[in-house]
T-cell receptor, first 115, second 109 residues
């Protein structure tokens, strides 16, 4: 059963440290999303890619966050430097086809705690 | 005002009860999604619909495009249905989702 894989599942780090989260989308999916979930805000879009090209990263604080897809099997989300307010669960999701409405497949998330 | 509103925010039911979760949206959409999130777990897509009604096992999702409203029903609820149910809408062809705040369902045995 194909699934979206995220690593690490949990990350605890100190303020100021760099954090890298990784996502392996389902093979053949060409749309990849990064979402952040907090108790206060719920799920929010950070960035998304189609065919590895960034299409929208308006939800991402540009000064500290960066998202890339070095190849079709890997998406990364980096935070440098991390801050306590970045503590959240970060979800990656992939979709089977650009330009069509299809259910998204979510990873299990990375739970980030910044102290 | 949020573009996607869900009600109720929290719901407690007894095993066997019929459950309804509501979702209203204020924007034009291309599809509406119902998602399920178990505590500490990932997010699973239950339904994607743009009209009418869909059924999967004990779950039924309906949508009324004119009224901009959708409902998720669970028949013969079971404690394993306890989870957060999230309504989300997609706009245009991009596939990006706008989420409601979720409904936390607890089904007691």
């Amino acid at each position: 059963d194909a699934r979206v894989t995220q690593t690490p599942r949990h990350k605890v780090t100190e303020m100021g440290q760099e954090v890298t989260m990784r996502c392996q989308p389902i093979l053949g999916h060409n749309t990849v999303f990064w979402y952040r979930q907090t108790m206060m805000q719920g799920l929010e879009l950070l960035a998304y890619f189609r065919n590895r090209a960034p299409l929208d990263d308006s939800g991402m604080p540009k000064d500290r966050f960066s998202a890339e897809m070095p190849d079709a099997t890997l998406a990364t989300l980096k935070i440098q430097p991390s801050e306590p307010r970045d503590s959240a669960v970060y979800f990656c999701a992939s979709g089977p086809s650009s330009g069509q409405n299809s259910p998204l497949h979510f990873g299990n998330g990375t739970r980030l705690t910044v102290t | 005002k949020n573009e996607v509103e869900q009600s109720p925010q929290n719901l407690t039911a007894q095993e066997g009860e019929f459950i309804t979760i509501n979702c209203s949206y204020s924007v034009g959409i291309s599809a509406l999604h119902w998602l399920q999130q178990h505590p500490g777990g990932g997010i699973v897509s239950l339904f994607m619909l743009s009209s009418g009604k869909k059924k999967h096992g004990r779950l039924i999702a309906t949508i009324n495009i004119q009224e901009k409203h959708s409902s998720l029903h669970i028949t013969a609820s079971h404690p394993r249905d306890s989870a957060v149910y999230i309504c989300a809408v997609s706009r245009g062809s991009q596939g990006n989702l706008i989420f409601g705040k979720g409904t936390k369902l607890s089904v007691k045995p």
